[in-house]
């Protein structure tokens, strides 16, 4: 852990895990837990987590709603058209639809439970999605920190090697200010 604790620092920030303050051996510590996070992701859910989410994932496609209303308009067809037509006695289940309905509550009834239990988990695995994303971004505001310090620093560098530059050419010209005037000098007195 050590090892890998000290290889990331030197990715990250370009020194030691020893070197860094509180808040980025925090950050390079935040980021080795979300690498192990995500391999631990990648075991089996539960099987009633699994149940979970095929049932959630087919109860809101397309496929179950085409499904469920073709089912409906069958069994509407069948109940008021097909069995009132070949038979005189009394329907399987007549206009009110009164055993459809009892069906649709249950399916309802255990389909509504199922769904919010996939939900929830969605939920918390967003939650883990939106902290995981919150650490990546407090790191890449730190590395940008850390580049307009960089950049203060050489901006501080140029400044004094401009400045001592600049003091040269000072220099130089006083000294040729100061021999023109001794030579004008001496001019004006030999003439």
Do not use: C
């Amino acid at each position: 852990m050590q090892g890998n604790r000290e290889h990331r620092a030197r990715n990250f920030f370009q020194k030691g895990f020893q070197s860094l303050g509180a808040f980025e051996k925090k950050a390079v510590d935040v980021i080795l837990s979300r690498l192990k996070h995500h391999d631990k992701k990648d075991q089996e859910l539960t099987l009633g987590q699994r149940l979970a989410d095929k049932v959630a994932s087919f109860g809101g496609s397309w496929t179950f709603i085409l499904l469920f209303v073709g089912f409906l308009a069958a069994w509407v067809i069948l109940n008021s058209i097909i069995l009132k037509n070949l038979s005189t006695d009394e329907q399987f289940d007549p206009y009110p639809y009164i055993l459809l309905n009892l069906f649709l509550s249950m399916l309802a009834a255990i389909q509504a439970p199922i769904i919010m239990m996939s939900q929830n988990r969605q939920a918390a695995n967003d939650r883990k999605m939106s902290q995981e994303d919150f650490e990546l971004n407090l790191k890449a505001e730190m590395e940008i920190l850390s580049l307009h310090e960089k950049m203060d620093d050489l901006r501080v560098q140029k400044w004094e090697h401009l400045l001592e530059i600049q003091q040269k050419q000072i220099d130089m010209l006083t000294t040729m200010f100061k021999k023109h005037l001794e030579e004008d000098h001496d001019r004006k007195q030999g003439s």
